[in-house]
T-cell receptor, first 116, second 110 residues
Framework: GAVVSQHPSRVICKSGTSVKIECRSL??????MFWYRQFPKQSLMLMATSNEGSKATYEQGVEKDKFLINHASLTLSTLTVTSAHPEDSSFYIC????????????FGDGTRLSIL | QKEVEQDPGPLSVPEGAIVSLNCTYSNSAFQYFMWYRQYSRKGPELLMYTYSSGNKEDGRFTAQVDKSSKYISLFIRDSQPSDSATYLC??????????FGTGTSLTVIP
């Protein structure tokens, strides 16, 4: 089955640090990747849609300069949380879709970010 | 009105029971329907993926889509403690934008 690898799985760092999270599709090519944020016992909140070779599309209320997204290849998208603060602490999950049409999203295992 | 409605539960059942999980939706144009299982502190795992109406079976899992009622279901037969998780429904018009339910928390009691 389709596999999406997300790294790192856990990050603990000081306030003001920038954190980069990688999302890779291991056995398929993904023209579109998605970044979600999930709070405890709540559903997924879409932050942005990442398209290979073009700028990401951000959802309303998500700061583009705070959450930098790069999708430089068909198998890799990165999310950088810049100058992270405690309120950015959350569970971040990426997903990817096979470039061939009509495919579902496959999710990574998430990154738990804790800002001290 | 939300695009997708899902009862958050929690739902508790004894081991071996048949579990029924449901979602309703408002947009009759949805064509792609998915069920994901999410364990605590993990990403969602795709369980079932169906296009348009009808049933799909995979082992102990059966997904049903009733487009006339705008209602989808996931049935789990012979439920096991390892099925304890949060189940998310999702749907899409074209496969480019996805709408998720809030998830139903299921506990299967040994």
């Amino acid at each position: 089955g389709a596999v999406v690898s997300q790294h790192p799985s856990r990050v603990i760092c000081k306030s003001g640090t920038s954190v980069k999270i990688e999302c890779r599709s291991l056995d398929f090519q993904a023209t579109t990747m998605f970044w979600y944020r999930q709070f405890p016992k709540q559903s997924l909140m879409l932050m942005a849609t990442s398209n290979e070779g073009s700028k990401a599309t951000y959802e309303q209320g998500v700061e583009k300069d705070k959450f930098l997204i790069n999708h430089a290849s068909l198998t890799l998208s990165t999310l950088t949380v810049t100058s992270a603060h405690p309120e950015d602490s959350s569970f971040y999950i990426c997903s990817a879709r096979d470039y061939r049409g009509n495919q579902p999203q496959h999710f990574g295992d998430g990154t738990r970010l804790s800002i001290l | 009105q939300k695009e997708v409605e899902q009862d958050p539960g929690p739902l508790s059942v004894p081991e071996g029971a048949i579990v029924s999980l449901n979602c309703t939706y408002s947009n009759s144009a949805f064509q792609y329907f998915m069920w994901y299982r999410q364990y605590s502190r993990k990403g969602p795992e795709l369980l079932m993926y169906t296009y348009s109406s009808g049933n799909k079976e995979d082992g102990r899992f059966t997904a049903q889509v009733d487009k006339s009622s705008k209602y989808i279901s996931l049935f789990i037969r012979d439920s096991q403690p390892s099925d304890s998780a949060t189940y998310l429904c999702a749907m899409s018009l074209t496969g480019n934008q996805f709408y998720f339910g809030t998830g139903t928390s299921l506990t299967v009691i040994p």
